[in-house]
């Protein structure tokens, strides 16, 4: 009885183990964890950068930037430009459809122009320019400029937030300030809108009847073509959670784990590091030039002086393989590099510092310096920021809070006393920070500038003349007068550049480098 | 008798009225007066001040707080909870779509605990004073002391990555498959029922040898029953009141404890919404959710106090 009793118990435990095993996957899934969760899918509405990257799944571009960062035809087949540089046009490539079958046409993608261009700072800019946007046919629109611009590939190629993502017209007429519901698209994936489960995960589907180009794929641009059936976007918000889940083959890939998980990482046999973002990202101080002291171009100049790259990037960073000083406001490796506007500063010159304070008549008012403690990659900025303050003479009031909060208070421009700011640690994405008209921080339009609101006309001033300029040539030497002028004023200060790639099981393969993560090209051996 | 206890049920139905106001502003006044902007959150980073101004608009959060307030009240009390503002999905929908986790999670952690909690502080009242009492109540000094995500982070170590038993995170709906659910489910639930045994277990060891002395355990015993007969019908069911109480008021910790316990394992649940809507600022979420946990505390305090009718006769309402 007793034996029978073990036996019934034994099977009974046979059974459910069986039921408990682990399921297998499909072979052609592949499942990532993201540098966050995907709660919103408007990527023109949001400039959050997980939305562009869902923006990049489901969307095509007319133009993308490729691995160097060269702008290329994408959804266009055939661009012309007139000899006097004021008409544009643009013709769609053949067999171009979106998700629901109907083809693409110029109709949509005048729709989605215009409603980019409402939201997006470049689009903003590249419109001043346009005198009109009209449809010549099917597959054929028409861009007539009042006079030439170099933004007109610059805006429609731009690679980061807000993307210039081509949309149907139905879904593209929607008012750019509120979110779409329809989320049709023309590009490699389509969205299982019934299996998007906030806080869970985002679920992609091959997009059969995608045509891609012919050329290789590069960065954006290319023929994107997928090779897995599906991709997960699972949401594990813990980093030591996802990385455990990796290692035990739960998910493929991370998109950005934290510098100091890594070693632990990729010190499992299946494990591989791919730094599939090139560029990197920048660490920026940001004063507020509507509070006192920052108000005076000294005192800014003076924070020059004080600070240095490498103590940020060693407190935040640590592994010099994965951080570069730059002493540039455009990041090394890009086309507009410069080290002007930064020659024989950012080196920790306190007496240089204390010296432009005296001059400046620094009254030792308190700088209320923003301290975010819960994202990982800015929590050590800040206090370096202080001990490098208070070493060069200033006094410090740093105050700690959560990101949200800090994004809240940033928008506001009461008093540091009673509810402002004086200044706070961020980082840029390198490819949002190319040129003058990218880099959200130059824009110095006084109260319609990012928060910090500088207001300085010599800068916009040189910031349309980028705009207008189209020989390279000219666009480099008006970036550095641009840089120049940033080391006159300082609306903020990059502290070095930084480089987090992504990990994955050792079976994926042929990630593209490109400044967002993209999922094309991918495969699973 | 039963009309007496139908006015008391109803009694203490109306009683959450109040209560669940007095939630509602607060909660609405907490979220509304703290440093943060959700039209900032969802604007993103390269967003400029009228992008944020605008969004802030849409929301109605330029409206004066007060009229803010009028208008979610109504809405809630007609059983809309709104729209989320970020999910861009009703928030009713969503707290739907986290329930059956959470429920599974906290039904499994509740029948854990139970199960081996109470033996544990039967055995150790019964054992009193020797080796079996003390390991127990060392356990639930441990129990208590050490925080659930040290618990959660320990447990996955060993099972799921050590010995590749169980999964390391995750969750499989039901309708999936009982057994990816239940797989998925063991090491949450062990993990979040640690601190409730170690609670329920000492309150059972107290309450048990507080009645192992009194009369009617010394007459079961000449009367010939054995021990365990003893100790179950006799000790522990007169031992049963201040045990369900704790069960009842640790409903509080279980709700604290899925917060954490679904972050740690990336259950998509409530404890994990709560989360999510309190990084983002998300208040249409985050009221909701917290009337939700606080309607579910009131009422399983209820259902405690009705329960003592049942265990000991001499209560009535």
Redesign the interface.
Do not use: C, H, W
């Given at each position: 009885m007793g034996h029978l009793r073990r036996s019934l118990f034994a099977l009974a435990a046979a059974a459910?183990l069986?039921?408990?095993?682990?399921?297998a996957n499909a072979q052609k899934t592949l499942r990532a964890v993201m540098h966050s969760?995907l709660?919103?899918?408007d990527p023109i509405w949001?400039?959050?950068?997980i939305?562009r990257n869902h923006g990049y799944m489901v969307y095509d571009t007319l133009f993308a930037a490729d691995e160097k960062g060269e702008i290329k035809p994408q959804m266009v087949g055939q661009y012309e430009v007139s000899p006097d540089q004021l008409t544009h046009t643009f013709t769609l490539r053949e067999g171009l459809l979106w998700h629901d079958g109907h083809p693409v046409t110029a109709e949509d993608c005048v729709a989605s122009i215009k409603r980019w261009a409402a939201?997006d700072?470049t689009g903003q800019k590249l419109m001043t320019f346009v005198d009109g946007l009209t449809v010549k046919d099917d597959k054929t629109f028409i861009m007539k400029l009042k006079s030439p611009t170099g933004l007109v590939l610059l805006g429609l190629g731009k690679p980061s937030?807000?993307v210039p993502f081509m949309m149907p017209k139905r879904v593209a007429e929607t008012d750019p300030?509120?979110?779409i519901?329809d989320f049709t698209g023309s590009g490699p994936f389509v969205l299982k809108r019934e299996e998007w489960?906030?806080?869970?995960k985002t679920v992609y589907v091959k997009f059969d009847k995608y045509k891609p180009r012919s050329e290789p794929a590069s960065g954006f641009a290319g023929g994107k073509v997928a090779n897995v059936d599906r991709v997960e976007w699972?949401?594990?918000?813990?980093h030591?959670?996802a990385i455990?889940?990796l290692?035990?083959g739960?998910i493929d890939f991370i998109e950005a784990p934290p510098h100091d998980l890594l070693p632990l990482a990729i010190s499992d046999s299946n494990v591989k590091f791919f730094d599939w973002n090139v560029l990197g990202n920048q660490f920026t101080f940001r004063p507020n030039w509507t509070a006192k002291p920052f108000d005076n171009a000294k005192v800014r100049q003076a924070l020059l002086y004080a600070f240095n790259q490498k103590d940020f990037l060693e407190a935040v960073v640590g592994d010099p393989k994965y951080y570069k000083v730059c002493n540039s406001y455009f990041p090394c490796g890009t086309a507009f590099f410069t080290e002007k506007g930064l020659d024989g500063r950012l080196n920790s010159d306190f007496k240089k510092a204390q010296e432009l304070l005296k001059e400046a008549g620094y009254d030792g008012t308190p700088i209320v310096l923003m301290h975010s403690t819960d994202l990982q990659i800015l929590t050590n900025l800040a206090p370096v920021a202080k001990s490098l303050l208070e070493k060069a003479g200033f006094k410090v009031d740093m105050q700690s809070?959560?990101w949200?909060?800090l994004?809240?208070?940033?928008?506001k421009k009461d008093p540091p006393t009673a509810?402002g700011w004086h200044a706070f640690l961020?980082s840029w994405v390198s490819i949002?920070i190319t040129n003058p008209i990218f880099t959200?921080f130059m824009?110095s339009a006084c109260?319609?500038?990012?928060?910090g609101w500088p207001c300085d006309p010599e800068m916009e001033k040189l910031r349309d003349d980028f705009a207008r300029e189209t020989d390279p040539g000219k666009q480099k030497a008006i970036a550095e007068q641009v840089s120049v002028r940033e080391g006159e004023v300082v609306t903020h200060i990059p502290l070095g550049q930084w480089y987090l790639g992504a990990v994955m099981r050792k079976n994926v393969d042929g990630m593209l480098k490109a400044p967002a993560p993209v999922f094309w090209n991918i495969s699973l051996k | 008798m039963r009309l007496a206890m139908f006015t008391y049920v109803l009694r203490r139905l109306l009683a959450t009225i109040p209560v669940m106001l007095i939630v509602a502003m607060f909660v609405f006044l907490m979220l509304r007066l703290t440093p943060s902007d959700p039209a900032a959150i969802i604007a993103g980073d390269n967003a400029n001040t009228e992008q944020v101004a605008e969004i802030r608009k849409r929301l109605g959060l330029d409206q004066p707080i007060l009229t803010q307030f009028v208008i979610w009240i109504g809405k809630t009390l007609q059983g809309d909870f709104g729209e989320s503002f970020f999910f861009k999905k009703q928030v009713a929908e969503l707290i739907f779509d986290r329930l059956e986790p959470t429920l599974s999670l906290a039904f499994f952690t509740l029948v854990l605990a139970i199960i081996i909690a109470i033996p544990l502080g039967v055995v150790a009242a019964y054992r009193h004073g020797s080796w079996l009492d003390r390991i127990v109540m060392g356990f639930s000094v441990l129990g208590f002391s050490v925080p659930v995500f040290v618990i959660g982070y320990a447990l996955i170590y060993v099972f799921a990555i050590e010995l590749n038993w169980l999964p390391v995170q995750g969750y499989q709906r039901l309708a999936q498959g009982i057994g990816g659910w239940l797989q998925r489910l063991i090491l949450p639930s062990i993990t979040l029922s640690v601190i409730y045994v170690a609670l329920i277990a000492r309150i059972t060891r107290t309450s048990v040898l507080e009645v192992m002395n009194e009369d009617y355990i010394r007459t079961a015993r000449a009367k010939g029953q054995t021990e365990a007969k003893v100790l179950i019908r006799h000790a522990l069911a007169n031992a049963a009141v201040p045990i369900v109480t704790v069960i009842g008021l640790g409903v509080a910790l279980l709700i604290g404890g899925v917060v954490v316990t679904e972050s740690v394992y990336t259950i998509p649940g409530l404890g994990r919404l709560t989360v999510d809507a309190v990084l983002a600022r998300d208040y249409p979420t985050i009221q909701a959710v917290i009337l939700l946990f606080s309607l579910a505390y009131v009422l399983i305090n209820l259902a405690v106090d009705l329960a003592y009718t049942f265990l000991d006769p001499r209560i009535r309402y």
């Open positions: 459910l069986s039921g408990l095993s682990v399921p969760d709660k919103i899918l949001t400039t959050a950068y939305v939201k700072s937030s807000n300030n509120t979110q519901s489960k906030p806080g869970d699972r949401a594990i918000s813990d030591q959670q455990n889940a290692l035990a739960e809070m959560d949200q909060t994004v809240a208070r940033r928008a509810g961020t949002d959200g824009n109260d319609k500038a990012m928060f | -």
